[in-house]
Each structure stands twice: as structure tokens, then as C-alpha cells.
């Protein structure tokens, strides 16, 4: 039985695996989160123009919790103590290994092993958990969170305290996916596998979720868990129908992005040297 159809048929049993069981998967779901941290197996891929989830990956993440005991990290002086199931992805690292991954980790930036981080990302003082994945030349800025198995991009800027939602269970919904040279603004929120297309500006403060109401200025047109290419979002409102005395949140498209536009947002690659 290969890993796949191995871990499959563990998840179907999984309140019913012996001692031996677990050792016979142990290797397995190794090789399997060592995949998932270094790139090569993601939770979710493109798919002729959509996202499509690996729920493989989601059972294996959470079998892997079986597996786990929490254990003290190894901190170094002065630094947080941790107590968990699933090891810090640079808690072994060397200088060499951060030399060859091409990333900057400052001090605070918190990374769950499982999730990868692509060449010439920046990790401010932040959190980014099992699973996800991080795109080359991204930046995480402080206090932002990328929750479990969520896909960003390349190239993009995650601004100070966004949060981009997680997904394990349930095991078919898509996680958030952020595609290439998109904008987050700080304090934002995007959820429940909504898809932001490439080269969109999210504005600061904007919620987004699959059933939040994404209305277009220009044409009125009402979209929801999928925001179009270079669309620049902002938080608004709209009247309720039933109670035009009320109104309740929306998000909007104000307008799609220029060049004047981009180099507001425009990330200087001073900071990623």
C-alpha cells in the first residue's frame, strides 16, 4: 500500500489504530509533513483556472497529531519556551540553512514545521501554522497570522495584523487561497476559502468570508469568496431592502488597480535583501 492509500485508510480508522498501527504510519506521515515543509506537497493547487484541495494532506496533518507527544523546544537564551506536539520549522536550523532557504526570519516570527516558506520571503514578528504555504518574495509583516494550510502567493505583502483563515476540518472545504502580487491591508481578515485573485488591493480593515456580500461600485454587481484580478476592496455598507432605515456590511470594489495605485502598494525590495 502506497502513502496515500495508507493514510487514507488510517483516517477511516483513526479512532481504532493500535500501538502498531501508529508505528506502521509514523514514516509515512514524516515523509509526508517533511513534503509539505519543503514545498513540494501543498494542501491545494491550481486546477485548469481553479483551487482544488489535497484532503490527503488535511488527514495527514491531523493524524499526525496522533502521533505527536508534546515536547519542551530547545530555546536558546532569553527566547519563549514552547510546549507542543508539532516542532518550530527553525528550531534546528544553522546559519547555512537559512543562507540556503534565502528567507529573513525576525526575531518573534513563529513557524509550525509543515508550512513552507519560498526563497526571499520576509517574516516579521508573526505566525504562520502547519500547512500553509508562503510564496517567494512575500512579505509577512508583524502580528499577521497565516492559519493552517492556506496558500499565499508570490510576491505579496500581508500587511500588520491581517488574518488570513485556516482549514483542516472540515476535510473538503478549500482553504484561503492569495494568489501572486496581492495587497493585504493591516487589520484585515479574508476566511472560510475565499480566493483573492492576482494583483488585488485589499484595504485596511476588510472582512471577508465566503458568504460576505463583495459588491462591485462600478456595475453593481454582488460576488461573494471570490474576489477578481486587481480589484482594489475596500469596507463598506449596504441598505437592507427589507429596512432601508438599516444597513449591514459590505465589501467593495471601488475601482481596479493602476499603476499609481501599485506604487503605493509596492513593496521596496530593499526589504527583502
Given amino acids: 500500500m502506497n502513502s496515500r492509500a495508507l493514510i487514507e485508510d488510517a483516517f477511516e480508522r483513526r479512532t481504532e489504530l493500535t500501538p502498531s498501527d501508529l508505528e506502521e504510519l509514523a ?8 513534503a509539505l515543509d519543503r514545498g513540494e506537497l501543498r494542501a491545494a493547487s491550481p486546477v485548469d483556472g481553479t483551487w482544488v484541495a489535497d484532503t ?3 488527514k495527514l496533518i491531523l493524524l499526525s497529531f496522533l502521533l505527536g ?9 532569553g527566547r519563549p519556551r514552547t510546549y507542543d506536539k508539532v516542532p518550530l520549522k527553525f528550531e534546528d536550523w544553522q546559519e547555512d540553512d537559512f543562507d540556503k532557504a534565502r528567507i529573513r ?4 516570527a513563529v513557524v509550525r514545521r509543515g508550512a513552507h516558506v519560498a526563497p526571499g520571503a520576509v517574516l516579521m514578528p508573526s505566525f504562520i501554522n ?5 510564496g517567494a518574495g512575500t512579505m509577512v509583516d508583524t502580528w499577521a497570522t ?9 510576491r505579496c505583502h500581508i500587511s500588520g495584523g491581517a488574518g488570513i483563515g485556516g482549514v483542516l476540518e472540515p476535510i473538503g472545504d478549500n482553504p484561503v487561497v492569495i494568489e501572486d ?5 493591516a487589520r484585515s481578515e479574508i476566511a472560510e476559502g475565499v480566493r483573492v485573485r492576482r494583483g488585488a488591493v485589499i484595504g485596511m480593515g476588510v472582512y471577508l468570508g465566503a458568504s460576505t456580500p463583495v459588491v462591485d461600485r462600478a456595475s453593481g454587481e454582488v460576488l461573494r469568496g471570490d474576489i477578481p484580478e486587481n480589484a482594489v ?7 437592507d431592502p427589507k429596512r432601508p432605515e438599516l444597513s449591514t456590511y459590505a465589501a467593495v470594489i471601488v475601482k481596479y488597480a493602476d499603476e499609481r495605485t501599485r506604487g503605493k502598494t509596492a513593496l521596496n525590495d530593499l526589504v527583502r535583501d
Fill in 27 to 34: 514514516p509515512h506521515i514524516e515523509a509526508g509533513l517533511a
Fill in 56 to 58: 490527503c494532506v488535511k
Fill in 69 to 77: 507527544r508534546s515536547e519542551l523546544a530547545a530555546s536558546g537564551p
Fill in 105 to 108: 526570519v525576525v526575531p518573534g
Fill in 130 to 134: 502547519i500547512g500553509a504555504y508562503v
Fill in 146 to 154: 497565516i492559519g493552517s494550510c492556506a496558500q499565499i502567493g508570490e
Fill in 181 to 185: 502580487d496581492v495587497f493585504v491591508g
Fill in 233 to 239: 476592496v475596500v469596507a463598506g455598507a449596504r441598505t
